[in-house]
């Protein structure tokens, strides 16, 4: 199978990229550093020249300083011409990645979520078979800076309730349903455990022997300390622990030691 990796450089695209790889596809990448851009279009349909199925891992936003508005709309201009670029040049089947939890009412005003809202109705109207993969935060978020904001002598974490998942599970996940002759519309991944933000983050430092203080902030939604962002019953759970993952994350890191 020939699959096209939108995002292909970034935290889930680069697991995905290696997954797909091994196992045995034909993979394009697709992101600005190699020369395709999904809101200006530039570079796009070549790229999905004989591609049979597009994953959909890209995070687009404006450079610089933008406004909600902005953002969504970037993100709604990408969206529509990746699936347009997909169906024209004949693929059959789009898997597109998103947030769990973005419809939530808490997020009624919150741009970077009704912009992830926008993405899932577009692939939802279009024409061309669509899953929608909406995925908890990722361990990797631990460092992410929409939610963690590093300063000389101490880091500040929004302190979010989570439920996070590996991307490396997640891509492992997607992979397996490039198998898969069922299409389902939505799937929805999370991890096995519920871990407040600034933990995760301290834990993760600490595999780096970073010793500045984590200070737990406010949210940018309060709703997101509660409990909105943990998975409903009707999520799958992928993926290791915690735990489990600090170990994979210090094996793969691992901090040269002197002789
Ligand atoms: N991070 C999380 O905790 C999390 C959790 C759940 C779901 N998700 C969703 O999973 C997806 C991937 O997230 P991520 O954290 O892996 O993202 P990321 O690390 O920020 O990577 C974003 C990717 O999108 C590409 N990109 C951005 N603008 C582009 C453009 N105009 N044209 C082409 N490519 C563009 C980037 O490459 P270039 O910069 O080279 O263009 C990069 O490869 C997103 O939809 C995100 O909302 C993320």
Same mark, same amino acid.
């Given at each position: 199978?020939?699959?096209?990796?939108?995002?292909?450089?970034?935290?889930?695209?680069?697991?995905?990229?290696?997954?797909?790889?091994?196992?045995?596809?034909?993979?394009?990448?697709?992101?600005?550093?190699?020369?395709?851009?999904?809101?200006?279009?530039?570079?796009?349909?070549?790229?999905?020249?004989?591609?049979?199925?597009?994953?959909?891992?890209?995070?687009?936003?404006?450079?610089?300083?933008?406004?909600?508005?902005?953002?969504?709309?970037?993100?709604?201009?990408?969206?529509?011409?990746?699936?347009?670029?997909?169906?024209?040049?004949?693929?059959?089947?789009?898997?597109?990645?998103?947030?769990?939890?973005?419809?939530?009412?808490?997020? $009624?005003?919150?741009?970077?979520?009704?912009?992830?809202?926008?993405?899932?109705?577009?692939?939802?109207?279009? $024409?061309?078979?669509?899953?929608?993969?909406?995925?908890?935060?990722?361990?990797?978020?631990?460092?992410?800076?929409?939610?963690?904001?590093?300063?000389?002598?101490?880091?500040?974490?929004?302190?979010?309730?989570?439920?996070?998942?590996?991307?490396?599970?997640?891509?492992?996940?997607?992979?397996?349903?490039?198998?898969?002759?069922?299409?389902?519309?939505?799937?929805?991944?999370?991890?096995?455990?519920?871990?407040?933000?600034?933990?995760?983050?301290?834990?993760?430092?600490?595999?780096?022997?970073?010793?500045?203080?984590?200070?737990?902030?406010?949210?940018?939604?309060?709703?997101?300390?509660?409990?909105?962002?943990?998975?409903?019953?009707?999520?799958?759970?992928?993926?290791?622990?915690?735990?489990?993952?600090? $170990?994979?994350?210090?094996?793969?890191?691992?901090?040269?030691?002197?002789?």
């Amino acid at each position: 199978m020939h699959v096209a990796i939108a995002g292909s450089t970034g935290v889930l695209g680069s697991h995905l990229i290696r997954r797909v790889t091994c196992a045995g596809h034909i993979v394009t990448p697709i992101a600005r550093y190699h020369g395709v851009d999904l809101v200006t279009g530039r570079g796009l349909d070549a790229a999905l020249d004989g591609v049979d199925v597009v994953i959909d891992a890209s995070d687009p936003r404006p450079r610089g300083l933008a406004d909600g508005e902005e953002l969504r709309s970037e993100v709604r201009e990408a969206a529509e011409r990746l699936l347009e670029a997909a169906y024209v040049m004949g693929a059959y089947r789009l898997i597109s990645v998103s947030v769990l939890g973005v419809e939530h009412a808490a997020f $009624d005003a919150f741009a970077p979520y009704l912009a992830k809202r926008e993405k899932e109705a577009i692939a939802h109207a279009h $024409d061309l078979p669509t899953t929608v993969v909406k995925a908890s935060h990722f361990h990797e978020f631990a460092l992410n800076p929409a939610g963690v904001h590093a300063f000389a002598d101490q880091v500040l974490v929004q302190d979010m309730l989570l439920q996070p998942v590996a991307a490396g599970a997640v891509a492992a996940a997607i992979t397996e349903m490039l198998e898969a002759d069922m299409m389902t519309e939505v799937i929805e991944l999370a991890g096995p455990e519920e871990i407040r933000l600034p933990e995760l983050t301290r834990r993760v430092l600490d595999v780096h022997r970073d010793r500045r203080a984590v200070m737990p902030i406010a949210p940018l939604v309060r709703q997101m300390g509660t409990g909105v962002l943990l998975a409903p019953d009707t999520a799958l759970m992928v993926g290791p622990t915690v735990t489990e993952w600090l $170990d994979i994350y210090a094996r793969d890191n691992a901090v040269c030691t002197p002789y």
